[in-house]
């Protein structure tokens, strides 16, 4: 079927088939981060510009060349999202969901949105899944943090997990690293890359950043930061490796990553999956121990990260692929006429509305998939359908004088009649999820 419109360049529609298995990786990671204490926090899709430019950074790509900015009707410049961290601290200090707890937890999913160059597996929407801790600022938060990270990843089967771990110090010491790296590149300026010579002047350390490959050289042989940590940083990002290794966690020390956002201090990290190339960090996060006071709040520690779900769902491969399941049931109408009764049943047989314990019992044991022929096909041609799309059973409309049969699909034997809706209802929900008949059900 043509059409005259697209998905806009870099986004990309997602399809039943490929539905089911997000929605799979989203419950399992809901249920991962609940199991940590972790509570959801939706934000709009779209902020005021300036919170994003004074957290990711002026300097930085995201904000230089990414952003989705607009003035609305009154002038007002909004960006839409390029990530969470911000917009959740937003929430945190507007809302005060610390409530004086000396510890918050809070998490994020949802779309973000950057201006990339569209390429295999980056889109300019893209969806995240995020947690930030808020308020500890010493190292057992930031093993915590990983733990969840590679738990999450863990928990879809990811294997080949790499920690790569590093630290970026603080406001003590940074500066002097800053000045050390600006030196080193501005004495190999030649090689570097168009971007990179503006980087030197406006943000040096995104050099280390840089793909290009002719900047490579000259980012292999820059100073190393963790040469430059103060005592308290070192002390700190020693103290994480302590607990990491106490969790078992595996990481590399990888004095190169700085990741993309200017908010980061001390501990950053990424974890790459084998199963993905080099450039495929499945997601990554750090700490921001600054962002809460920026934003006018108090002195609060923070560490938090993301993961990309189009990565992580790549990564996953096939494992997750699975066609939808069919419906349990089709009400078959046996005479033209009869479409609205099979509505009427198919209504009582999904068990909503009415007795509303009985539905959200039903809710939890995956209540009745009903399905109605709305094609007008004739009684045989519903029956085709009905094993086409897979129906467990087919009922019938109108009933007998005795009650309403029953065909098992899967066995294609008849069944025994069921007298009212109900009966039929609780012998068909016991039948399809394999449980016990329930008493008095078969006549
Ligand atoms: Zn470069
Ligand atoms: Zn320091």
Redesign the pocket.
């Known amino acids: 079927m043509g059409s005259k419109f697209q998905a806009p360049r870099g986004t990309r529609d997602i399809l039943p088939g490929e539905s089911e298995r997000w929605e799979g990786l989203e419950a399992r990671t809901r249920d991962i981060l609940s199991r940590y204490g972790y509570r959801e926090v939706r934000t709009p899709l779209f902020e005021a510009t300036d919170l994003f430019v004074r957290s990711v950074g002026e300097a930085t790509d995201i904000v230089q060349k990414e952003l989705y900015t607009f003035e609305d009707r009154k002038g007002r410049s909004l960006t839409l999202r390029p990530e969470g961290t911000a917009p959740l601290v937003r929430a945190y200090l507007e809302h005060s969901l610390g409530h004086g707890d000396p510890v918050t937890r809070l998490s994020y999913i949802g779309p973000m949105f950057r201006y990339e160059r569209p390429q295999a597996g980056r889109f300019r929407q893209f969806w995240q899944i995020g947690a930030e801790l808020l308020g500890p600022g010493a190292p057992p938060a930031d093993a915590e943090m990983i733990d969840l990270f590679v738990s999450i990843l863990e928990g879809i089967g990811l294997s080949g997990i790499t920690v790569l771990l590093n630290s970026l ?6 500066p002097a690293y800053r000045e050390r790296i600006r030196e080193h590149f501005a004495s190999r300026e030649g090689e570097l890359c168009g971007d990179c010579k503006e980087r030197l002047r406006t943000n040096p350390l995104r050099i280390l950043d840089c793909k290009v490959p002719s900047c490579q050289p000259a980012i292999a042989s820059a100073p190393s930061v963790l040469d430059s ?2 005592d ?3 002390e700190h990002f020693q103290g994480v490796q302590a607990a990491l290794d106490a969790l078992g966690i595996r990481y590399e020390i990888a004095p190169r990553l700085v990741r993309g956002l200017d908010y980061y201090t ?1 501990t950053v990290f990424e974890v790459h999956a084998a199963s993905l190339g080099a450039q495929n960090a499945v997601g990554g996060g750090g700490r921001y121990d600054q962002l809460v006071q920026e934003f006018g709040g108090p002195a609060t520690p923070a560490i938090g990260f993301s993961i990309g779900m189009e990565r992580r769902l790549r990564a996953a491969g096939d494992s997750e692929a699975g066609p939808g399941r069919g419906p349990d049931v089709c009400v078959v109408a046996l005479l033209p006429g009869a479409v609205v009764e099979a509505l009427t049943l198919a209504r009582t047989l999904r068990g909503i509305g009415g007795d509303a314990a009985q539905s959200a019992a039903d809710t939890a044991r995956g209540g009745l998939r009903v399905l109605v022929d709305l094609a007008g096909r004739s009684a045989s041609a519903q029956m085709k359908w009905a094993s086409k799309v897979g129906a467990r059973f087919a009922v019938f409309v109108p009933a007998e004088a005795d009650g309403y049969s029953v065909r098992d699909m899967e066995a294609g034997k008849d069944e025994p009649r069921q007298r009212t809706a109900e009966s039929l209802r609780a012998w068909l929900l016991a039948r399809a999820r394999r449980e016990p008949l329930p008493q008095g059900a078969v006549p």
């Open positions: 110090g603080d406001a003590t010491c940074r940590l103060c308290p940083c070192r001390r």
